[in-house]
Structure formats: C-alpha cells, structure tokens
C-alpha cells in the first residue's frame, strides 16, 4: 500500500492548482484581470454617466457636466418625457415589434433549421449553400426598399418583421444544435407514430430550450434596438419606435416632445438621457431572466457542425 500512495511532492507536481501558481502563470492571470477590468470600467462607465445624468438636478449639471454619481436628485427629465404621450406610444410601439417579430424569428428560423439537421434530406447542402451565400452578399439598400414598396408594405410593421424574418448566422446556430441531439429520440418517436411537426413540437424544441433562448434573445435586441429599417419604412411618426424616437430628440432636441401646459423644459442632456434609460432598461431587464440559458445555447449550437 505504501508503494503505490504518491508522495505529497509528487501531488503537487501533478496539481494543476500549483502549476498556475508559477510565477509566469500568476502574471498571465494578472495582465488577463488588469486587461478585462479595464474593459469592463469602459463599458459601464458611459452607462453610468447617462443613468447619472438622468436623475440629477439641473444645478448640479451645471458645474458638473461630466457627473457619475449624483448628489442632488431629480425625477424631471422622466417627468417631462412622460408629460404627453409620444415616448410611451414609441415605448409602446417597440415592445409590439420585439415580441411579435422575436416570435415569427423563432418559429420560421427553427422550422428552417430542423429539416436542414436531418442528414436524409435531399437536397440540404445546396439550400444551406445558398443561405451562407447571404451571408456574403445582399441585394442592397435601395433593392430592398423597392421590394418593400411595391409589396404595399411601407408604413407598416410587416416591413419590419419581414425583411429580417431569418437570420442565417442564428440559422446556422440552431441548426447545429439540432443536429447535435442524439437521433435515437427521433427514430424511437417514429416507432410510436409521431409524424415530423409532433417531433420537432413536442420533442425537439421542448429539449432545446438553451437554443431557443439564446437565439429569441438575439432576436429580440435586433428587434429592440430597430433603426435603419424603422427610418427607410417608417414614415408615419406615431409608428416609429424608440430608438427612432431618441434620433430625433438628439437631433432636434427638445422640440415638439412636451406638452405647452409643461412650463418648465428641462436641460436637453437630462432628457436624452432619461430617453436613453428608457429605452436601454427594459432589455437590460430581460437579460438576466435568458443568462442561464445563453452560454450553454450559443456553445451547444456551434461546437459540432
């Protein structure tokens, strides 16, 4: 028995804890956190600055204009948004397209994806030869503008939700995913008579919940944060979404937003900046709910292909 017990030196030669307690490894380690810490204090300090912003007092803008963190409160950039009914409607407006686009996303990328995972499919590989090769190319700009409009679709949200209906990177994603499961739970469904939309409705999609989850997330902050799309379709302004909507406050800054009842107009940095708070929250807000499920999702669906 004694022969065969490693030595406590022997342990700890083999210990991957003590191998990364090398002086180089303790290096590496520290230059990764300093490089990663640096990252993260540039991405959250300009989301600090605008939330800061958003609920200072306008006196303390004033000396201060650059201002993380506040020390006199106030509430009236939201109350000036919120004094007539535009940011709400665009608020409104973006919630319809992103839950009603997320879901047709959804649903037309996975009934695409789950016929293109099945190895007897005829035909597969040019179909998804084709779909890698609009990932390439695209029709362009004014093409796209000239099908939507003779569609009759302008000023519609259909214009929104159409044009980008499938994505092909996502496509692909989900498309790896179901190829991944194992093909005994589709074989052993047949055998008891379930026909191909039983299996990809009550088999499939039900244990691929991390695929779904991750690609409804991409979708929806595609849907959220609509632009370019909304400014070439949209020309009715009780339409726009919100990340239209904060164009044009930032442009022509408070112009036309309040009520005339409002006597009281607020800087314009504070009211961009409750507008932007606005719009970043409610996505901010869905993230967590969806986190558990991203990282296992996007690295199932892309590992095997």
Not at 123 to 140: A, E, H, K, Q, Y
Not at 166 to 192: G, R
């Amino acid at each position: 028995m004694e022969q065969t017990k490693p030595t406590t030196a022997k342990k700890r030669e083999l210990s991957p804890i003590a191998a990364r307690k090398r002086p180089g490894s303790v290096l590496f380690d520290g230059i990764n956190y300093t490089l990663l810490l640096l990252y993260a204090l540039i991405c959250f300090i300009p989301i600090l600055h605008v939330f800061a912003t958003s609920i200072a007092a306008s006196s303390q803008l004033a000396d201060h204009p650059f201002l993380l963190i506040p020390t006199r409160f106030s509430m009236e950039g939201f109350q000036f948004i919120f004094s007539s009914n535009t940011v709400p409607r665009s608020l409104l407006t973006t919630i319809l397209i992103t839950v009603v686009g997320t879901g047709l996303n959804v649903i037309v990328t996975s009934l695409i994806a789950y016929p293109l995972s099945r190895k007897y499919l005829k035909g597969r590989n040019p179909v998804m030869l084709m779909i890698v090769f609009t990932m390439l190319f695209s029709g362009g700009l004014i093409p796209n503008f000239l099908l939507v409009k003779a569609l009759g679709l302008l000023n519609s949200y259909w214009s929104l939700w159409l044009t980008g209906l499938v994505s092909p990177f996502i496509l692909i994603i989900l498309k790896n995913f179901f190829q991944a499961l194992p093909e005994e739970v589709e074989e052993s469904a047949k055998i008891d008579g379930a026909n191909e939309p039983v299996i990809l409705f009550r088999i499939i999609l039900p244990l691929s919940l991390p695929a779904i989850a991750t690609i409804a997330l991409f979708y929806a902050v595609g849907h959220w944060n609509t632009f370019m799309s909304a400014i070439l379709y949209m020309n009715n302004q009780a339409k726009w979404p919100i990340q239209v909507l904060l164009r044009q406050i930032v442009t022509v800054s408070t112009a036309g937003i309040g009520d005339d009842e409002f006597a009281y107009i607020p800087p314009s940095n504070i009211i961009r900046s409750a507008v932007i708070v606005v719009a970043t929250l409610p996505i901010l807000l869905v993230y967590p709910f969806l986190q558990r499920y991203f990282t296992k999702g996007i690295m199932l669906g892309s590992v095997k292909g």
